[in-house]
């Protein structure tokens, strides 16, 4: 992947991260669910510096300089890094972005939650040790699905826009 397509990839990857935030927002004023603060996504990075992955609870965890502006960095990085993966994996999908592999590849980032962030942060695999981890599930399925759109539309409107 030369450096053209590598920033191209992570371009789509904010267009994506921006659907998914919509998709976000649409769900909060609808239902009243907020989204993940991405504010403890920068503390448990910022932590992660000072030798403490491992959280019994993030949100007790002291919080660290410029967390918003850290955790939507750092949001907006991861989701253009998996698009980046995307490209990478599936060289012809830049040029032909196509519904299944753009949905697959939003499914899949599913697993950093549920198998790194929400342990680190003393939620359990999966958000097993949450009062309602099915429903935790759900939400981050939701949440995966709606990038996975967006992974998709971005990479259509990359290429409608030339």
Known sequence: MNSNELAQAALIGV?????????AEVIRRSTGVPPL??????????HMGRGR??????TAAEPV???????????????SGFVVALAA????WMDEPKFLPAMGMGL???AAPW???????GLGVAASNTPEPA???????????????????????RRWLG
Request: proline share 1%.
């Open 115 to 121: 198998f790194l962030m929400q342990p680190a942060w």
């Open 15 to 23: 267009g994506a991260t921006v659907v998914m935030d919509l998709g």
């Open 135 to 157: 429903t935790a599930r759900l939400r981050t399925v939701r949440a995966h699905a709606i990038y996975g759109l967006g992974i998709y539309l971005a990479g259509k409107a």
């Open 89 to 92: 994996l599936d060289r012809d």
């Open 53 to 58: 992955i491992v959280h019994d609870s993030i």
């Open 37 to 46: 603060n991405y504010d403890l996504v920068a503390r448990w990075i910022g």
């Open 65 to 79: 300089k410029h967390e918003h502006e850290l955790g939507l960095l750092a949001h907006y990085a991861i989701g």
């Open 108 to 110: 899949v980032t599913c």
